[in-house]
């Protein structure tokens, strides 16, 4: 088999570094855009609600057995 040159090697890491750092980019700005709508009323009502459920959940029973 024969080597390929330096050089083919850092182009083809380098592309691959670039990539990364494209696709990172472009996945935070999808985020940051898809959070620029305030949440409905609705939402913040059942996220309250699930809250409230998930903290009468983990809270000890005060029963003596």
Known sequence: MSQHPVWVTRLALGGA???????TTYDIHRSIE??????TK????????????S??????????T
């Open 34 to 39: 898809a959070n620029q709508t305030p949440p």
């Open 17 to 23: 570094a670039l990539l990364v750092f494209g696709v």
């Open 55 to 64: 903290r009468q959940s983990d809270e000890p029973s005060n029963r003596s």
């Open 42 to 53: 609705e939402q913040v009502a059942a996220l309250g609600a699930q809250i409230k459920e």
